[in-house]
């Protein structure tokens, strides 16, 4: 089992940063794949970033490429999601996940409770 707690979310403006955080417990940490989806009311949980065991390799939606920064400390068990030029259609929930798999094929096994996300325009 690993226990999964996100935060850092909140309220920006458009054009500001946040930096989420997600600390982890139980399992190896450094055995899991991490990633980032984000959901929003009414619509499907959406990839938005992974990254891999060891941190050497990672993978962003088309859609927050260039802004999005996903990292991990293995030693401190924590996966982070740097967030720049924040936009509107950045607003969500946004949860972490600890998985199998590649960061072109990620397969979540375990999910945090989620943090929101809202940028205002």
């Known amino acids: 089992q690993v226990q999964l707690v996100e935060s850092g979310g909140g309220l920006v403006q458009a054009g500001g940063s946040l930096r989420l955080s997600c600390a982890a417990s139980g399992r190896a940490f450094s055995s899991q794949t991490m990633a980032w989806f984000r959901q929003t009311p009414g619509k499907e949980r959406e990839f938005v970033a992974a990254?891999?065991?060891?941190?050497?390799?990672?993978n962003y939606a088309d859609s927050v490429k260039g802004r999005f920064t996903i990292s991990r400390d293995n030693a401190d068990d924590t996966a982070l999601l740097q967030m720049n030029s924040l936009k509107p259609e950045d607003t969500a929930v946004y949860y972490c996940?600890?998985?199998?798999?590649?960061?072109?094929?990620?397969?979540?096994?375990?999910w945090g409770q989620g943090t929101q996300v809202t940028v205002s325009s």
């Open positions: 990254i891999s065991k060891s941190g050497d390799s990672t």
């Open positions: 996940a600890a998985g199998r798999g590649t960061v072109t094929w990620f397969l979540g096994d375990y």
